[in-house]
């Protein structure tokens, strides 16, 4: 059943266009310093300061590693080799600073001999960048370390001056001579927010560290726009060969079994012609019927590869022919799709592609009654909205289809978001720029 195209008020404002289902915002900052600026009580209860520490302590560790490595001479020329390998762990450490992960700035090796991918890999000035920071952790780990030590021993023999005075009768702290409880007591008085600020001081060395990780271990911006052309051209070749995949089937379809089961519905006829005895007459014709259904699904599954009325009219029209199946299907037209509006071919191929599998899956599996696709354009963005009355709880990562179509829609540089609650409505959200 195919509900005719509406159209909407052609001027609406922004607020009438559908809004996309969003996912849950990331909490995680993109510096490590955002957390040392929030009120100091706040943040010295929580489990950020400690978590600072793991860090630094885990920063400290793999900078006396890469000291050891780097005084010993012979395995100097491999510290491209452990500096890669570092790199990889401090960009998924960083984590523990509530910072997101550092992108990793290497592209994908091509399928060539092990020393071929050696040598594209030393020829990327990331894997120097890596090399840059393992020297410098491992330059500054005896300091820092040294450091912190005497502040830890300072601030700890102030915690801990009332029981260390039951061992040594007398304690000099600067030039202050404590030798009485009383005054060993002021003293962890002292100690208390001292070691508050020695825990800020080591979240910030850890966020110093992190930043200079950040700086020297991600993509600089000709590595990331070289990324983006490597992925526009893939994406292309995958248009591409979709493409030419959809051809080869229809014309295989067209070619081979449509061509026969002409031929058998035409023979079907002759025989029926040729036969007197009506009982079997009625036979062929029951058989007939049965081929030429059997033809007109074979001839729906054709079209719904790739309809002719798309290259004609537009996904519009397109998706007003969907509605032939058993599903009612609502077509509903907004802002800049009064005149005709198309665009690239690809593009509408995979927005009729992504209709198409919505209806398919609401007939399907959501036991929907009517399905709504609403088509809208405003500002040069291009948006096509599903909706169907279904069960919901449809589930992305679990053999829906549904990443698939993500996939496709990023294969043209468009957007899909879903939602689907259980109860329903299942709500496909499709974007892309004109």
């Not at 979240?203 to 726009?225: D, F, I, K």
Request: hydrophobic content about 45%.
């Amino acid at each position: 059943m195919t509900e005719t195209t509406t159209f909407d008020d052609p001027t609406p404002s922004p607020t009438t266009l559908p809004s996309p289902p969003y996912d849950a915002p990331d909490d995680r900052a993109r510096s490590a310093w955002t957390s040392l600026a929030r009120n100091p009580l706040r943040y010295l209860i929580s489990a950020d300061p400690w978590r600072a520490l793991v860090h630094l302590a885990m920063s400290l560790v793999f900078g006396w590693l890469c000291f050891g490595l780097y005084v010993v001479i012979i395995l100097l020329p491999f510290a491209p080799a452990w500096s890669y390998l570092l790199a990889k762990v401090e960009r998924q450490r960083i984590v523990l600073l509530g910072v997101v992960p550092i992108v990793n700035p290497h592209p994908p090796l091509r399928e060539r001999a092990f020393t071929a991918r050696i040598g594209d890999r030393l020829g990327e000035a990331a894997t120097w960048r890596e090399t840059g920071y393992s020297l410098i952790i491992a330059a500054a780990a005896p300091f820092l370390s040294i450091g912190l030590l005497v502040a830890g021993a300072v601030v700890g023999a102030c915690l801990l001056a009332p029981w260390l005075i039951t061992m040594e009768p007398v304690m000099m702290f600067g030039g202050w001579v404590i030798d009485t409880q009383p005054e060993a007591w002021t003293l962890t008085a002292v100690g208390v927010p001292l070691a508050g600020i020695l825990l800020y001081l080591c979240a910030g060395v850890s966020a110093a560290l992190a930043t200079l990780a950040q700086a020297l271990l991600g993509p600089r911006e000709e590595e990331l726009a070289a990324r983006l052309a490597e992925l526009h051209a893939s994406r292309g070749i995958l248009v591409t060969s979709f493409e030419g995949e959809r051809r080869r089937i229809e014309r295989d379809l067209h070619d081979g079994p449509q061509r026969d089961l002409v031929g058998l519905s035409m023979h079907l006829g002759e025989l029926q012609l040729a036969v007197e005895d009506e009982k079997i007459r009625a036979q062929v014709a029951v058989a007939q019927d049965r081929v030429e259904q059997v033809l007109a699904s074979l001839r729906d599954t054709v079209r719904g590869v790739h309809p002719q009325v798309l290259d004609d009219h537009g996904v519009a029209a397109a998706c007003v022919e969907l509605g032939r199946g058993p599903l009612p299907v609502r077509v509903i037209c907004r802002a800049g799709w009064y005149d005709g509006l198309r665009l690239p071919a690809e593009i509408e191929k995979t927005m009729y592609y992504t209709a198409s599998e919505a209806v398919t899956n609401a007939t399907k599996h959501a036991h929907a009654t009517v399905v709504t696709i609403t088509l809208s354009e405003f500002d040069g963005i291009a948006s096509m909205e599903i909706v169907d009355d279904g069960v919901g709880g449809a589930d992305i990562g679990h053999g829906s289809g549904l990443s698939g179509l993500i996939e496709r829609a990023a294969a043209v540089g468009a957007e899909l978001s879903v939602a689907s609650p259980q109860g329903g409505p299942t709500r496909l959200f499709w974007t892309t720029r004109r």
